[in-house]
């Protein structure tokens, strides 16, 4: 079962990991029994403010719907403004959107035109990053938006699904990688 990477056993004993979810093959890295520990929840944003305190980023984004319970406490530590990257039809002002090709089929994600100020250096929080394909769109969005949104920072990192080849203009921290089993 998914080899550790990057090591941190603290966060390992609290990943519930499921096999073959939501489809056969698939091995799940289930992130609501962090949700669950709360020495465990408490560690994830201390470790995301400790990395990014001091860096001058003006805000956070998140994405739907994992990321936000990550990002809203990151956040509110940082004293930054948040924004919601949210699937197509959720928001309910002015929004900007990208569409975006998934492995199967493709999907739209919006924010929000006004929570984006030009030049606003932002960083991109989100639970899970498998092949980089909806952290990617979430990026290009921010930035066709006029952000310079180069960072992001996830829970979990699955690198031999290769989101560092995706994502090689990026800056993409990680607090636990696995590899394949
Ligand atoms: P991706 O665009 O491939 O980086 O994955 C998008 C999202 O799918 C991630 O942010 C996770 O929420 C979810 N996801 C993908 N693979 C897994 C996995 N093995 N376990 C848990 N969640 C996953």
Same mark, same amino acid.
């Given at each position: ?72 406490? !990151?956040? /509110?530590?940082? &004293?930054?403004?948040? $924004?919601? *990257? ?6 309910? +002002?002015?929004? @900007?959107?990208?569409? !975006?090709? /998934?492995?199967? &089929?493709?999907?739209? $994600?919006? *924010? ?6 030009? +030049?606003?250096? @932002?960083?991109?929080?989100?639970? /899970? ?53």
């Amino acid at each position: 079962m998914g080899e550790i990477v990057k090591k941190n056993n603290l966060l390992d004993n609290a990943i519930r990991k499921i096999k073959d979810f939501p489809k056969e093959g698939i091995l799940f890295y289930d992130i609501t029994s962090i949700l669950q520990k709360p020495e465990a929840f408490s560690y994830c944003i201390d470790e995301m403010v400790k990395t990014y305190e001091n860096t001058g980023m003006n805000a956070v984004a998140c994405i739907e719907a994992r990321g936000f319970l990550f990002a809203a406490p !990151f956040a /509110l530590r940082m &004293g930054l403004p948040l $924004i919601l *990257i949210r699937k197509k039809g959720k928001l309910p +002002g002015k929004t @900007i959107e990208k569409r !975006f090709v /998934l492995e199967y &089929g493709e999907d739209v $994600i919006q *924010i929000h035109r006004d929570d984006i100020h030009s +030049g606003d250096k @932002i960083v991109v929080v989100d639970d /899970l990053i498998a092949t980089g394909g909806t952290v990617k769109a979430s990026l290009e969005l921010l930035n066709e938006a006029g952000a310079k949104a180069v960072d992001v920072i996830c829970v979990i990192g699955l690198p031999f699904l290769r989101y560092n080849e995706l994502l090689a203009d990026y800056n993409v921290q990680t607090l636990i990688e696995y590899d394949r089993e």
